[in-house]
């Protein structure tokens, strides 16, 4: 059964620090992992997508590797600010799937100006 | 583009008594997605539909859980009777399909049983 961790649960960073946030999964048969970020009282946005054959993806600030031999995924956001404060969820994509999503419980993170 | 809509936002009700949420996705959509996120962990799929047709149900507690897709647009999840335990945040997602699965997100529905 697939199982998605996120290390740490919460962390803190001053402002202009850079942010490396980690996702790892049990089963390294995945189809494609996602990147979202939550907002208080808030739904999900997606940040990026990665499939199974790509590496990384990079989208502004934001940079995502897939390792699917090791069963892990990093998040980088350069230069945090507080507006990135937010907690960030790693999801995946199982190939046995019709297109469901085993998430991680998130990381919450605080950027202090 | 309009986004994932959802209502209510807010539901506070007793156990036992029963509730309803609506989701309408984005236009073209036609994958459906309903999940249930407790305070403190992940969102975990309840349901998922394609077209108007389910395809995934398996984590669905259908004793108290109903949910259906007519006219394989808008979207209902029923809860009744409900109990403490499914205090949660009920989240809609849609994509356009199954292979082009890049899920979007309602801003959510938050459920207390009191």
């Known amino acids: 059964k697939q199982e998605v961790t996120q290390i740490p649960a919460a962390l803190s960073v001053p402002e202009g620090e850079n942010l490396v946030l980690n996702c790892s999964f049990t089963?390294?048969?995945?189809?494609?992992l996602q990147w979202f970020r939550q907002d208080p009282g808030k739904g999900l946005t997606s940040l990026l997508l990665?499939?199974?054959?790509?590496r990384e993806q990079t989208s502004g600030r934001l940079n995502a590797s897939l390792d699917k031999s090791s069963g892990r995924s990093t998040l980088y956001i350069a230069a945090s600010q507080p507006g990135d404060s937010a907690t960030y969820l790693c999801?995946?994509?199982?190939?046995?799937?019709?297109?469901?999503?085993?998430f991680g419980a998130g990381t919450q993170v605080v950027v202090t100006p | 583009e309009a986004g994932v809509a959802q209502s209510p936002r807010y539901k506070i009700i007793e156990k036992r008594q029963s509730v309803a949420f609506w989701c309408n996705p984005i236009?073209?959509?036609?994958?459906l997605y309903w999940y249930q996120q407790i305070l403190g962990q992940g969102p975990k799929l309840l349901i998922q539909f394609q077209n108007n047709g389910v395809v995934d149900d398996s984590q669905l507690p259908k004793d108290r859980f109903s949910a259906e897709r007519l006219k394989g647009v808008d979207s209902t999840l029923k809860i009744q009777p409900a109990k403490l335990e499914d205090s949660a945040v009920y989240l809609c997602?849609?994509?356009?399909?199954?292979?082009?699965?890049?899920?979007?997100f309602g801003p959510g529905t938050r459920l207390t049983v009191l």
């Open positions: 997602a849609s994509s356009l399909g199954t292979d082009f699965n890049e899920q979007f």
């Open positions: 990665i499939q199974s054959s790509q």
């Open positions: 089963d390294s048969a995945i189809y494609n």
């Open positions: 236009s073209g959509h036609a994958t």
């Open positions: 999801a995946v994509r199982p190939p046995d799937s019709w297109g469901k999503l085993q």
